[in-house]
């Protein structure tokens, strides 16, 4: 604002959780939510290739000029679910800010529990779902966490009308870390309950450097997701 110059710079910040150790999950994504205010950038974690794809469109089409911050892991390159169709990204086709659980087996007033992730995790937590038959859950993706989309989220939210006791937050990153200081407060004005949240417990480091421990971690966090 100082030079009068807009800017539409995006930043690519691989943010990712594959027991690479510290550094490797260090893009920060709790200061640059702490730094989200009065329109200033956007702050996105893609699930898809079409996501992705419409964001950047996005970013070069819009007559607004915000800075672009994409948290998004490199190994989503080669995750085998992370696909999507030509279809997605022709036509009328757009980026959405919040997904609803497309893979939901059944009627939305079955589902007794909400979890709510953005970026990577979504993954895990979908494939531990089929693994254990699980059949009450519905997982919704925050595609853009700044500025999120209320009216949105709050939409979907509604469409489950015997899960708003039991909304939970599931991240990758430690309690004092990512999104949850940002978002739970947010999805409480929503549910006008408490908030759940599954993920790592607090810590100095942003991630482990043992292997062992990661996995250890990452197995606990999608299971905490479906028991909290």
Not at 6 to 30: D, I, K, M, N, T
């Amino acid at each position: 604002s100082k030079w009068m110059q807009p800017s539409q710079l995006v930043l690519l910040l691989p943010h990712g959780y594959e027991s690479q150790g510290p550094e490797h999950s260090s893009a920060r994504l709790e200061r640059f939510l702490q730094l989200s205010a009065e329109g200033n950038w956007q702050v996105c974690n893609f699930t898809t290739p079409a996501q992705y794809f419409h964001a950047l469109r996005r970013q070069q089409k819009r007559e607004v000029r915000k800075p672009l911050v994409v948290m998004s892991p490199k190994s989503l390159l080669r995750h085998p679910l992370c696909q999507s169709k030509l279809a997605d990204m022709a036509g009328d086709t757009c980026f959405q800010e919040v997904l609803d659980d497309e893979l939901l087996t059944v009627p939305p007033e079955r589902v007794t529990r909400l979890i709510l992730c953005s970026g990577k995790v979504y993954y895990d937590l979908i494939k531990h779902r089929e693994e254990h038959e699980i059949k009450n859950a519905a997982i919704i993706r925050i595609e853009q966490l700044y500025p999120l989309h209320w009216e949105m989220l709050k939409g979907i939210v509604a469409r489950y009308p015997h899960a708003q006791k039991k909304l939970v937050w599931c991240q990758e990153e430690p309690r004092n870390m990512g999104s949850w200081s940002y978002i739970s407060r947010r999805l409480e004005e929503i549910s006008r309950h408490p908030v759940r949240y599954a993920g790592r417990e607090r810590s100095a480091s942003t991630a482990a450097g043992s292997k062992v421990i990661h996995s250890r971690e990452q197995q606990r966090l999608v299971e905490m997701a479906f028991e909290v």
